[in-house]
Structures are given as C-alpha cells and as structure tokens.
C-alpha cells in the first residue's frame, strides 16, 4: 500500500530537451521535477494524445520503484502557446494509479515549466476504506 505525500503541487523542470528556444511551449522530451522524478513523453499526435513514461524518485511503498507508462491529452494550440494538460499514470509496480493536470509555461529564461497538480488514488480493500483512498 502506498502512503499519501503531504503535498500536491509538483514542479516539473524541463532539462532543456528542444534545444532552441521559441514562445511555444512543447512537451515532448523529458522533464524532471523538484523531487528527482522524471518523465519522458513522446511525440503529440494531431488531436493532442501522446504517452510516455514515468520513473518516480518517491514512493511510500517499499516495492521496487520501476517505470511506469502514462497516457496524455493536451489543448494543441491557445493564443500563448502554452498549453493545459492532463494525464495518467499508471504505476506498474503497485495497485495506484496517479491523475496530473496542468499547464506547460514558457519562463524568461526559454525554458519549459510544467505546473501540475495531482491525485493519487489507493487500492481500498473495501468499500468502507475508500474515505481515505485518495
Ligand atoms: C530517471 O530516473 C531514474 C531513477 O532515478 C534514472 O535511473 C534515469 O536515468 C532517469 N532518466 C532520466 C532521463 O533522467
Ligand atoms: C517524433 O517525431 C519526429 C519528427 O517527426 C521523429 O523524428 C521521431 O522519430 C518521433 N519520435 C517518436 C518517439 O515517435
Ligand atoms: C505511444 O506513442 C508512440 C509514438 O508516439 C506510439 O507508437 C505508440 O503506439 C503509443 N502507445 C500507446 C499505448 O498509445
Ligand atoms: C511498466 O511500464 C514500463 C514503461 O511503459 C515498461 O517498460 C515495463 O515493462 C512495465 N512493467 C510491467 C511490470 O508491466
């Protein structure tokens, strides 16, 4: 069973992954958070699905952390280019499954910042635990 973070606001850093720098910001690449988890999303198809993976650096379980896939839908285009998002992980090595969403922003410096917020659902036993499952 994993335990809740006291936290929900992650800050992904992108690592600089598109080279040069332009107003529009693109998720695919790689991006690692303030906790040392990264993500890897691959290319946006035309209606703004893409997946990816998830390596989490944090966890309140003590199985083996692994990879784990995620699946994506971003807006394509907004007057700022930067785009709202959500996505799913689905944690592979455990029963939990996380909800991110968020927008991708452009910092002074060119750089691609994602602020998310997420959810982490638990695997309730029974029905009567599932007050505390999220
Ligand atoms: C992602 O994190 C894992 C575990 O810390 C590490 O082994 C891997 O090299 C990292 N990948 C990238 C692209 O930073
Ligand atoms: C993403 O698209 C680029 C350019 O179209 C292509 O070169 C690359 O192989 C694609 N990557 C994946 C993972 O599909
Ligand atoms: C994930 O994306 C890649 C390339 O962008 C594609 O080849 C693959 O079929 C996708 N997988 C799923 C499960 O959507
Ligand atoms: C978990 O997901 C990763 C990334 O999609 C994949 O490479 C790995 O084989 C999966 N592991 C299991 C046990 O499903």
């Given at each position: 069973?994993?335990?809740?973070?006291?936290?929900?606001?992650?800050?992904?850093?992108a690592l600089g992954a598109h080279?040069?720098?332009?107003?529009?910001?693109i998720m695919t690449g790689c991006c690692?958070?303030?906790?040392?988890?990264?993500?890897t999303i691959l290319?946006?198809?035309?209606?703004?699905?893409?997946?990816?993976?998830?390596?989490?650096?944090?966890?309140?379980?003590?199985?083996?952390?692994?990879?784990?896939?995620?699946?994506?839908?971003?807006?394509?285009?907004?007057?700022?280019?930067?785009?709202?998002?959500?996505?799913?992980?689905?944690?592979?090595?455990?029963?939990?499954?996380?909800?991110?969403?968020?927008?991708?922003?452009?910092?002074?410096?060119?750089?691609e910042?994602?602020?998310?917020?997420?959810?982490?659902?638990?695997?309730?036993?029974?029905?009567?635990?599932?007050?505390?499952?999220?």
């Open positions: 069973m994993v335990q809740a973070t006291p936290f929900l606001l992650v800050i992904l850093l080279g040069i720098s332009t107003e529009k910001c690692v958070n303030d906790l040392g988890s990264n993500m290319n946006v198809t035309e209606k703004g699905d893409f997946n990816g993976t998830y390596y989490t650096a944090v966890s309140g379980t003590t199985k083996k952390i692994e990879e784990s896939p995620l699946l994506e839908s971003q807006q394509l285009t907004n007057p700022l280019n930067q785009p709202t998002f959500g996505f799913t992980v689905h944690w592979n090595f455990t029963d939990s499954i996380s909800v991110f969403m968020g927008q991708c922003f452009m910092e002074e410096t060119q750089k910042v994602l602020r998310t917020m997420w959810l982490l659902r638990l695997h309730a036993d029974k029905r009567g635990d599932n007050w505390n499952a999220t």
